[in-house]
């Protein structure tokens, strides 16, 4: 069996090995297929599957490249490895859109269970295409960056999303109905959906157009200044709803009415209805979020890469125990579905074009830094021709699988990074167990029943996963951030950004009454409309103020950085405390104390 040349432990990080050369698929599962070492091969499955308390010594698993001839078996395991990585990242983004409350989309539950399997066979199909990357027909461009690199919906569309989505509900766009008690009931609103999804396709021309410029172009275009601060931003703006939903549910119920159907959370016609903020809801969420952090600490490689999951599936065991689970969903649904089964008007809403540009940007900014990450773990180059041939083709393959996925009626999608991850603690880069991450999302997907036990899972279990997920990512604009050298021109912009950005987060509605136009022109009411919604959604007026000062304050501006300042002030200080011991050691005592005491 043939493994990859590794590099010397004692060089550089980023220095990438010989990778082989990309080999047939279907000629090597014809030799592998037939002899025990082709589907097992020699590995530590003790190292790999056993707790970490139990393991006294730690052996060498040997790495495999993006083409060695990995054997069948443990590709199958290590699909079904990164499948477990995925499937949390690609059902919370459409989990959240699709669900109860002023923000979200109500929609009927046999939409919800049809769009949670058609986000799984996107990301199952859409990933190929990444994995296996394609050359333009007579150019130097492709498609896709040939690595491990998986794909799923946006977390970037959740707070896009909801503005637009609030904002319907304000305008008339979606229906409401006040009910008895004066609650506000937001209705299914399946015309919003089409609308957002045809806004996405719109707006993947932006990244497409994008992939084709050179990647240092980019870069210095959208510094780390700006995606740090707008990946800061998204996280912030959507760990509120993961709280809400830790507390009992982020719809109706969240308002706490004393009468009528959301009296109790999630509604009163629940298996188990209780008040929003129960402690019995916190302890549910509680359950998730400490089997999350046990794992981590305690687990095994196989259990920390898939921690959320595990988290999620102890945290549905506690609830179904308890009497939370309503299994309803999951009779009802179908046993075996596909895309295209339900369908949504298709139409672009002028106020969501902006919103979605900057998803776009997120997209672009996040695919370098996972893509980049992506090539350093599995080995391979981290700079040049064959790297930056890497990023255009995975930033294309983003772009094009967007809209391919908004046909497909899903919200944009972007490379995961939680992958890397996996590939990091199991040292498997290799293609083929990408394939097979592929073919288990296909059938998580196509098996309905599959896909709707998410949709039993009680919001307070959701809760305490997304409170992690979501807070993840807030860190990740925080480690962007941390390798600024912070000038004064950096603080001076990031401050400026999170003023605002941060300022309408948590108060959304600051600027939801600065227009107060009531007449007839729809289309001055649609362009104010798209005013309002953009400065109230945090992160998109965020980055636009780290777009837009990073261009205009020159560099030379307060170029020292923090350390340098603290450095010259500490000399400073040391030159102020020696001047005075030398003044001190020279002066005449007499004509010290001749000197006038100052009261």
């Not at 490249?65 to 079904?80: C, E, K």
């Not at 959604?537 to 000062?549: K, V």
């Amino acid at each position: 069996m043939k493994e990859e040349t590794l590099p010397h432990p004692s060089q550089p990080q980023f220095d990438a090995y010989t990778p082989a050369e990309t080999p047939s698929i279907w000629t090597t599962f014809k030799s592998q297929v037939g002899t025990k070492e082709g589907w097992w091969g020699h590995y530590s499955w003790a190292e790999m599957c056993l707790p970490s308390i139990f393991l006294k010594g730690k052996t060498k698993t040997p790495f495999w490249g993006i083409n060695s001839q990995l054997p069948l078996g443990l590709a199958i395991v290590m699909g079904f490895q990164h499948s477990l990585a995925m499937v949390s990242g690609i059902v919370t983004p459409v989990l959240i859109m699709i669900g109860s409350g002023p923000s979200s989309l109500n929609l009927e539950r046999s939409d919800q269970q049809y769009l949670l399997s058609a986000a799984l066979i996107a990301a199952a199909l859409l990933s190929v295409i990444q994995i296996t990357r394609f050359k333009i027909w007579r150019t130097g461009y492709y498609i896709g960056t040939g690595l491990l690199t998986v794909v799923g919906p946006n977390f970037a569309s959740i707070p896009a999303a909801s503005a637009v989505i609030r904002n319907m509900y304000i305008n008339g766009y979606c229906p409401t109905n006040i009910l008895e008690d004066g609650t506000t009931q937001y209705l299914p609103c399946r015309q919003a959906w089409g609308a957002i999804l045809g806004t996405s396709m719109v707006c993947s021309l932006f990244e497409i157009g994008m992939s084709f410029l050179p990647p240092k172009t980019i870069r210095r275009l959208f510094p780390p200044i700006v995606s740090g601060t707008t990946i800061f931003l998204i996280g912030c703006s959507v760990i509120s709803t993961a709280l809400k939903d830790w507390a009992g549910g982020a719809g109706g119920c969240a308002s706490m009415p004393s009468t009528g159907l959301y009296s109790l959370c999630p509604t009163t016609e629940a298996p188990h209805p209780l008040p929003w903020g129960s402690p019995e809801f916190l302890g549910l969420g509680f359950v998730v979020f400490v089997t999350i952090v046990l794992i981590e600490n305690l687990g095994s490689a196989f259990m920390k890469s898939s921690q959320i999951v595990i988290g999620l599936i102890v945290g549905l065991i506690v609830a179904a125990a308890c009497g939370y689970v309503d299994s309803s969903t999951i009779d009802s649904a179908p046993v075996i579905t596909f895309t295209w089964v339900k369908t949504f008007p298709i139409s672009v809403y002028g106020p969501a074009v902006i919103p979605f540009l900057i998803v776009y940007l997120d997209n672009i900014l996040e695919s370098i830094g996972d893509i980049t990450a992506s090539c350093d773990v599995s080995g391979v180059e981290v700079e040049g021709e064959q790297f930056e041939s890497r990023l255009q083709g995975g930033l294309l393959a983003d772009g094009i699988n967007s809209f391919i996925a908004a046909c497909m009626t899903i919200s944009p999608v972007v490379t995961f990074a939680q992958n890397n991850g996996v590939i990091a603690m199991t040292r498997c880069a290799n293609r083929l167990a990408g394939y097979c991450a592929c073919a288990f999302i296909l059938l998580y997907g196509v098996f309905g029943k599959i896909s709707a036990v998410f949709l039993a899972i009680p919001s307070s279990v959701m809760g305490g996963m997304n409170a992690f997920l979501f807070a993840s990512v807030t860190v990740s604009g925080i480690r962007i951030l941390a390798y600024l050298q912070w000038t004064r021109r950096d603080r001076f912009i990031v401050t400026c950004a999170l003023a605002v950005g941060l300022g309408v987060t948590l108060v959304p509605t600051w600027f939801s009454h600065v227009f107060s136009y009531t007449g007839n022109n729809e289309s001055l009411k649609g362009f104010l409309n798209a005013i309002e919604t953009v400065v109230n959604t945090g992160y998109c007026i965020g980055s636009l103020i780290a777009i837009f000062l990073n261009l205009i304050v020159p560099q030379e501006w307060g170029p020292e950085t923090i350390q340098e300042i603290e450095e010259r002030e500490k000399e400073e200080r040391e030159h102020i405390r020696d001047g005075f011991r030398h003044n001190s050691v020279d002066e005449d005592p007499l004509e010290v104390a001749a000197l006038p005491v100052r009261a």
